[in-house]
């Protein structure tokens, strides 16, 4: 396997926003191991002294390092849904998010279906385990916050409900 092939494997992995593969083909193996992006997004600052130190060794100006410390990542999905007042239904396990329950039905909602408690909305896949996830509580659907197909994280959201 030679450097094209894996950046391009890694390009693909990224487009797919898959966050761990293996490879092996003979004697050669190859781990690609990417963190999420709600991780990735949380800087994680060295103690306040070494801060300071940095700072002054290299002369770069407070302003520039506070707008950087402080610049949040822009609001996820789910935080822009309950800002709006929708109810976030999110993962309870790690997983692939399948939106049927089988390839080639229906998906069991759509964007605009009225949905009860604890009526079906998805599966989340995990060790070959299909595990329904439900709504907990009786509304609209507004968005559906996952992709059909893709690995979901504990308490990542999943689709965003209006209640009635």
Known sequence: ????????????????????FELERGDVKVRIRRTSTAAAAQPVLP?????????????????????????????????????????????PIVGTFFEAPSPGAPPFV????????GQPLCI?????????????????IVKKLATNGQPVEYG????AIRAS
Do not use: C, R, W, Y
Request: no cysteine; hydrophobic share 50%; aromatic share 2%.
């Open 1 to 20: 396997m030679n450097q094209k092939e894996i950046k391009e494997l890694i390009e693909f992995l990224v487009e797919k926003d898959i966050a761990e």
């Open 47 to 91: 103690a306040p002294s070494a801060v300071v130190s940095s700072l002054a060794a290299t002369g770069a100006g407070a302003s520039a390092a506070a707008a950087s410390a402080s610049s949040g990542a822009p609001a996820a999905p789910a935080e822009a849904a309950q800002e709006a007042g929708l109810h976030v239904v999110k993962s």
């Open 110 to 117: 759509k964007i605009g279906d009225h949905v009860d408690a």
């Open 124 to 140: 989340v896949e995990a060790m070959k385990l299909m595990n329904e996830i439900e709504s907990d509580i009786a509304g609209e």
């Open 156 to 159: 990542q959201a999943l689709f």
